[in-house]
């Protein structure tokens, strides 16, 4: 029996810190720019601090929730939260933390319409990308992420991907993501760390085909909404019924196919994603080396909403992890606002 557990801060959708661990508020010293502040303080967990800060600015008030973790404690784990019960299933925040055994749990990366469906980013987990979509930060440096390598050392960076599926050296099909669950108009790579088989896609998507690839041949071809197993070691390419109408005469099986893929780091582009055990992707910069940065995906930059930020410290120690009120129980914040919070709290680099 083990005589530690360890501990697991997972991201999510949302924050979830139960209220009654914190200890009764006090009024603390204010800093320029902050009419009055009341600061509740407490250790959820050994290397976790939790603190909530309401402040009376006079454009109103803002409340600030901020999570300081040891990035160098070994009973903390950074972890991606998904649903256990499928993929690409949205669930609110509280049921992704008591699925996951969670101490805490943020928002991260950004979701489009309908469920299920992925998050739209990278997810890096145990030196690969494990989900990604093709051509990421390709034409442009968008979305930022949080990564943590094998050395367990913390960073932001902007992750790019590339990727292809080759017949011979033909690409006759562009492949749109790898291991993300999309309407499937841009064919999607999936392997067998997502899942074994296709019967949760054909339940929520009619009339998919999958080309099954097995030690570079293509061993199946299915029927429109014909459920198939994933090969292990293998990968299957997902298709809508009009893809498939106009791109399936290309390939038969016994031909030897080919999926590639690339990933690279703009700042660290020497550092090989096998090296990187953790990652998840989030939006445009706050701080770059202590400094104030607009860049990337920055929604209403000028406008005061809600915010979710994440930064790590100069000397890779502490992670940083603020949610801001807004609209219902505050005045939200800027984007420079936003910048200014984190770097209040030690963040040196710092995104949404």
């Not at 292990?232 to 196919?257: A, E, L």
């Amino acid at each position: 029996m083990k005589k530690y557990l360890k501990r697991i801060l997972n991201f999510c959708m949302g924050v979830l810190i139960s209220a009654g661990l914190l200890p009764a508020p006090n009024v603390y010293a204010l800093g320029e720019g902050v009419c009055y502040e009341k600061k509740t303080v407490t250790d959820i967990a050994k290397g976790v601090t939790y603190e909530k800060s309401r402040r009376l600015y006079q454009a109103g008030w803002m409340d600030v929730y901020v999570l300081t973790v040891d990035a160098n404690s070994s009973d903390i784990d950074f972890n991606i939260l998904e649903a256990t019960d499928g993929l690409g299933l949205k669930k609110t925040v509280p049921t992704l933390v008591e699925q996951n055994n969670a101490i805490a749990g943020v928002n991260a990366d950004f979701f489009g319409s309908g469920n299920p469906r992925s998050s739209m980013g990278a997810v890096v987990k145990g030196g690969k990308a494990e989900a990604i979509p093709n051509y990421f930060n390709g034409s442009e440096n968008r979305y930022a992420g949080f990564f943590i390598d094998n050395e367990g050392v913390p960073f932001i960076d902007y992750l790019k991907s590339v990727m292809g599926f080759y017949a011979g050296s033909e690409a006759p099909i562009t492949v749109g993501a790898k291991n993300k669950v999309t309407d499937f108009s841009s064919p999607v790579c999936f392997d067998t760390s997502v899942m074994t088989n296709t019967a949760q896609l054909d339940a929520n998507f009619s009339n998919l085909t999958k080309i099954v690839v097995q030690d570079g041949t293509i061993i199946q071809i299915s029927a429109p909404g014909e459920t198939v197993n994933i090969p292990s070691g293998g990968y299957i390419i997902v298709m809508n019924n009009s893809t498939r109408q106009s791109k399936i005469s290309w390939y038969s099986v016994g031909m030897k196919v080919a999926f590639n893929e690339t990933e690279n780091f703009l700042f660290r582009p020497a550092k090989e994603i096998s090296s990187v055990m953790f990652g998840i992707s989030g939006g445009g910069e706050l701080l770059r080396n202590g400094e104030y940065i607009s860049s990337g995906l920055i929604i209403g930059e000028k406008a005061r909403n809600p915010r979710t930020l994440l930064g790590v410290t100069q000397d890779k120690s502490k992670v940083i992890i603020a949610c801001i009120d807004g609209r219902q129980n505050g005045i939200g914040a800027t984007h420079y606002e936003a910048a200014r919070i984190m770097k209040e709290y030690g963040a040196y680099d710092a995104i949404h």
